[in-house]
């Protein structure tokens, strides 16, 4: 199992940016393949994007691709999500997960969950 802590949450203005941060510990963070989800009031789980366990593959959704950037540093057990050029629909409560497989774009095919940092947007 691994134990995931995001951070990096906040309000900011539509166009801004924000950076979130996924820290890891227990069992060996360079084994698993990481996601970030997000999550609306009223709103299913989705996929935002992940990442291979060695940082060359990623995977975006069309919603946040060329806007979001997603990068994870073996050596500080941490993962991250550049965000740019933000709009009002990205507010969510944003999740980072471990799973096996960086092409996963669902919740179940990840087995490990941190708590979720809270997005907020303003138009």
């Known amino acids: 199992q691994v134990q995931l802590v995001e951070s990096g949450g906040g309000l900011v203005q539509a166009g801004g940016s924000l950076r979130l941060s996924c820290a890891a510990s227990?069992?060996?963070?360079?084994?698993?393949?990481m996601g970030w989800f997000r999550q609306a009031p009223g709103n299913e789980r989705e996929f935002v994007a992940a990442?291979?366990?060695?940082?060359?593959?990623?995977y975006y959704s069309d919603s946040v691709k060329g806007r979001f950037t997603i990068s994870r540093d073996n050596a500080k057990n941490t993962m991250y999500l550049q965000m740019n050029s933000l709009k009002p629909e990205d507010t969510a409560v944003y999740y980072c997960?471990?799973?096996?497989?960086?092409?996963?774009?669902?919740?179940?095919?990840?087995?490990?969950w941190g708590q979720g940092t809270q997005v907020t947007v303003s138009s």
């Open positions: 997960a471990a799973g096996l497989d960086p092409r996963g774009t669902k919740s179940y095919e990840y087995n490990d």
């Open positions: 227990g069992r060996t963070f360079s084994s698993y393949a």
């Open positions: 990442i291979s366990w060695s940082g060359r593959s990623t």
